[in-house]
T-cell receptor, first 112, second 116 residues
């Protein structure tokens, strides 16, 4: 039982490049979400999904795309990387509502 | 717009002391308040949580105090230990209209250092 697995753990990109951050969970959770963590700002919600085929925007969605084709996977796509997207990205999953959410260990992304 | 404000940004406590972290919220639709603990290089992990119909919840050395009228809540860590050194986040979830479905709004975080 691996929980929430994020890959890669570290990535350096050049401005304008695109990439996909991967997130997979093996707990059959309906709810999955992506957050970014920046110093002094806590974690902010980017996108979330309440089930396969259903996604919605969070607080800071601009520059990011998501899709949810399976219950297990919830990839986050950066279409054209910008230095402002340098951050630590966390994926989380849970059963929704007030049930605990389980976080992965993050992807540390630097954009030059 | 920071809907959950957390203080202090950093906190240094001696071993055996009490660590206190405070949070205030604005949105009265919030009705579930979890605290997360994060160690370096790791994701946040749920520590303890409270509903607003309860004024206090205790789990071991960790206690949440909740003041609904003041829209404030706090985490108390009794007998703080060096192993408690981590970043702590308060958070809130609201379900007004049933649309929030677990979306967490986090505070800014508090870096706690417990000296031996």
């Amino acid at each position: 039982n691996a929980g929430v697995t994020q890959t890669p753990k570290f990535q350096v990109l050049k401005t304008g490049q695109s990439m996909t951050l991967q997130c997979a969970q093996d707990m059959n959770h309906e709810y999955m979400s992506w957050y970014r963590q920046d110093p002094g700002m806590g974690l902010r919600l980017i996108h979330y999904s309440v089930g396969a085929g259903i996604t919605d925007q969070g607080e800071v969605p601009n520059g990011y795309n998501v899709s949810r084709s399976t219950t297990e996977d919830f990839p986050l796509r950066l279409l054209s990387a910008a230095p402002s997207q340098t951050s630590v990205y966390f994926c989380a999953s849970g059963r929704g509502g007030v049930q605990p959410q389980h976080f992965g260990d993050g992807t540390r992304l630097s954009i030059l | 717009q920071q809907q959950v404000k957390q203080s202090p940004q950093s906190l240094i406590v001696q071993k055996g002391g009490i660590s206190i972290i405070n949070c205030a919220y604005e949105n009265t639709a919030f009705d579930y308040f979890p605290w997360y603990q994060q160690f370096p290089g790791k994701g946040p992990a749920l520590l303890i949580a409270i509903r607003p119909d309860v004024s206090e919840k205790k789990e071991g050395r960790f206690t949440i105090s909740f003041n609904k009228s003041a829209k404030q809540f706090s985490l108390h860590i009794m007998d703080s230990q060096p192993g408690d050194s981590a970043t702590y986040f308060c958070a809130a979830i609201g379900y007004a209209g049933g649309t929030s479905y677990g979306k967490l709004t986090f505070g800014q975080g508090t870096i706690l250092t417990v000296h031996p």
